[in-house]
């Protein structure tokens, strides 16, 4: 009799445990969409670099090899961020902090390399780069979550000290992504703060004061001669890309015809003309969204759109739902730095902002970005997995 009645009890205790289970607490429709939008982003990666690599005679499928490969140690590397408790990240901030700094500077030393025009990588050997200033991207939100998520006592928000200590230690790594020049992640960098800021309760003046500077900012860089002859280029062919279709235009004019050119559904997988015809430079990369719009037509490109607007929606409510402030600024953060990036990339693409050199999240080719982009997702994971304060 005894054991009769000892393995109902079994079978709720295993139940009891399985719904406390932390795989079952995790957000499954953030991770669902993630691996959505990486598979998209593979085919569309194989279908930029497939022709050329058939013509230059190389294996058709070695960047999607790299690009599976990229995403492989991505997710390794996200799972490892999900397994750790967000908020041992207060400690150890200060270190990822300083990590990113040091790549940063190893970048302009003799170990750096140039690409496109910005000396951003350091070459590992076997085609693969490291672009640290992707992990910087991290390592600013994490640190700006530790200072301006422990108000001092009697404060509700951050204070002045605190504030521009943020915006000091802020300063240094934009600094140098700058000195490469890459001036679309200082861009990034820009938004992550400003948008910290607005969420941490800092008052509006300093807000404000930070959009304006940024603003005034521009305009000296600008007057100042302080961009690259090639940036002002591409500023220059946003305002008119049709002044110089064959020289500073020529990106953006033809990462126009190439997305409009596709109408509703798209001429078909593996059919675009512009993606067959190499018109666009940088198509995995960079402008790897007019692969879809080409290919894939309107449908297609609202797809992957709307896809990453739900991987924004998950971040805010799991920011709204936080255990703490710590919490909600990290991931704050990281939306602020996955929307503006998205923005930035989509936007270039159809011509309503300038050409800065940001991938598309989790849809372009590139190892540091993906593996970035995912710690990213592991750190919202982490802050939803402990979003009760007693676990």
Known sequence: MISGYARPLEGRSWLSRLSDSPLRRLDWTLICVTAVLTAIGSVLVFSATRGGLSEAGADPYSYLKKHLFNIAVGAILGGVTVALDYRLLRAYAPIVYAAACVGLVVVLTPLGATINGSHS??????GFQLQPSEFAKVGMVVLLAMILGEPRDGEVGPGRR?????????ALPAGLVMLQPDLGTTMVFGAVVIGMLAVCGAPK???LGLLGGAVTGAFMVWWLHLLKPYQI???TAFADPSKDPQGAGYNAEQARIAVGSGG???KGLFHGEQTIGHFVPEQHTDFIFTVAGE???FVGAALITALLGVVLWRGLRIAMQAADLFGLLVASGVVCWLA???FENIGMTVGIMPITGLPLPFVSYGGSATFANMIA??????????HNPYE
Do not use: C, P, S, Y
């Open 121 to 126: 990588w350091i070459t590992l050997g076997g």
């Open 162 to 170: 605190d504030i521009l200590l943020a915006l000091g230690l802020a």
């Open 205 to 207: 003046r300093w807000v």
């Open 233 to 235: 280029n591409r500023f």
């Open 264 to 266: 509703f559904f798209g």
């Open 295 to 297: 290919e894939l037509g």
């Open 340 to 342: 503006f990036q998205t």
């Open 377 to 386: 997702v592991g750190l919202l994971e982490a802050v939803h997995l402990r």
